[in-house]
């Protein structure tokens, strides 16, 4: 890494050039031109170099930036700029050796200090440009967040969402323009939010209060997906998980998505992994990105239209889960197309689809599966045994 690298990421907090390091003051007395949002610079009024006003949206900043390659440039960014912060968007622009970074405390750090919560037992997560929903997965009685949000107005917002899953009586601490002379900490519930003439920069630290958390285990209850019908019901969707396997950083193809509950609880087995659900019916891959949107997983890619044709230029997957419309060809183009160590899972409903999982099995080994359920109803005065349709699985690994 080079020991001058021409561009330096400054943290910057509320308290101005007064919460500066040594280092930070250095870099930006020695600065050629001196870059950030127009709250950044505003508190940095003595600057004597060249400033640039980071545009909105972020992304026309950075060939901006780019320009400015081979003079001594710093970027102003608040707090730690790897920390929920800008950091990252613009690293992935540059090589090693071209940047350093300079942090100061984080948004998350001064709230944590103030309400006296230790950060590794707190989740943290940047809210200003991303849905609430993305907490979703993370909700339940007991458990604290501090969150960013976009503006003042958002606080209202953020909370009428968590009025409306269930969680409005948790407890929500709003705290405004941390570190300097304009903080301001304020505290409420989610559903007695009145809260006006909130300042910029905000956070809110929740304390969760509710009785509709997701469950952590695969399998989650029906409830949470919205469906025709066209649904792998909770305890197949459990084991067919376990077949799929997750791990970080892999991609599913979920083939007949229906509900999308397949795709969606692979992408809440963690944050890292992504997901393509194929489905033919419009209205059903409409309803798939509802799903998705209000479970809080932003990484799956819907694709209309029907399989095997609806594969063409899909990136490889990493395990494969056909739910639905099981059919020679469809093995034929699915097993093509997957990388070896790639991981398929197939359930069939139908005698003919059986006959085909086990001739498959037979060619390609694997597990082949039959899973009986039964569920107690009514029966007169008493109860009996409901059986479902027996569902056969076959799980390889190419």
Not at 18 to 33: I, Q, R, T
Not at 155 to 168: E, N, Q, T, Y
Not at 204 to 222: C, N, W
Request: aromatic share 6%; with cysteine; glycine share 10%.
């Amino acid at each position: 890494m080079s020991d001058n690298p021409w561009l330096t990421i400054v943290g910057l907090g509320e308290d101005g050039p007064d919460g500066l390091a040594p280092a930070s003051l250095k870099a930006l007395s020695e600065a050629e031109v001196v870059m950030g949002a127009a709250r950044h610079l505003s508190l940095l009024p003595d600057l004597r170099c060249e400033t640039i006003v980071w545009p909105v949206p972020f992304a026309d900043g950075v060939p901006i930036l780019m320009q400015q390659r081979g003079r001594k440039t710093v970027v102003l960014a608040s707090g730690d700029p790897f920390w929920h912060g800008a950091g990252g968007s613009l690293t992935k622009h540059l090589s090693a050796g071209e940047w350093r970074s300079l942090p100061a405390p984080s948004t998350m750090a001064l709230a944590a200090a103030i309400l006296g919560w230790p950060l590794e037992q707190t989740l943290t997560m940047g809210l200003h440009a991303a849905p609430f929903a993305r907490l979703r997965p993370h909700l339940a009685t007991g458990e604290r967040a501090i969150v960013t949000l976009r503006d003042g107005a958002a606080v209202a917002d953020f909370a009428a969402w968590l009025s409306d899953i269930g969680f409005g009586a948790s407890d929500l601490t709003v705290l405004e323009a941390l570190g300097g002379p304009r903080a301001r900490i304020r505290h409420t519930t989610a559903n007695a939010m009145t809260l006006t003439e909130i300042t910029h920069p905000v956070s809110v630290a929740l304390d969760a209060k509710g009785t509709d958390a997701l469950p952590q285990a695969s399998g989650r209850p029906d409830q949470f997906f919205d469906n025709d019908g066209q649904i792998t019901k909770r305890p197949i969707r459990a084991l067919t998980l376990s077949a799929l396997a997750p791990l970080p950083g892999e991609h599913l193809w979920d083939i007949g998505g229906g509900s999308g509950s397949i795709a969606i609880e692979w992408l809440l087995a963690h944050p890292r992994t992504e997901a393509t659900s194929v489905e033919i019916n419009p209205e059903r891959a409409a309803r798939i990105r509802a799903n998705a949107a209000n479970l809080g997983v932003d990484r799956l890619t819907v694709v209309t239209g029907g399989a095997p044709e609806a594969l063409e230029g899909l990136a490889q997957p990493d395990a494969v889960f056909i739910g639905g419309g099981v059919s020679e060809e469809m093995l034929q183009t699915v097993w093509q197309k997957m990388p070896q160590g790639a991981r398929l899972v197939a359930n069939a409903v139908t005698l003919e689809a059986e006959v085909l999982l086990a001739n498959w099995h037979s060619a390609h080994g694997g597990e082949l599966l039959r899973i009986e359920l039964a569920h107690a109803t009514p029966l007169g005065r008493k109860r009996g045994w409901k059986s479902s349709y027996p569902i056969v699985q076959w799980s390889v690994i190419k």
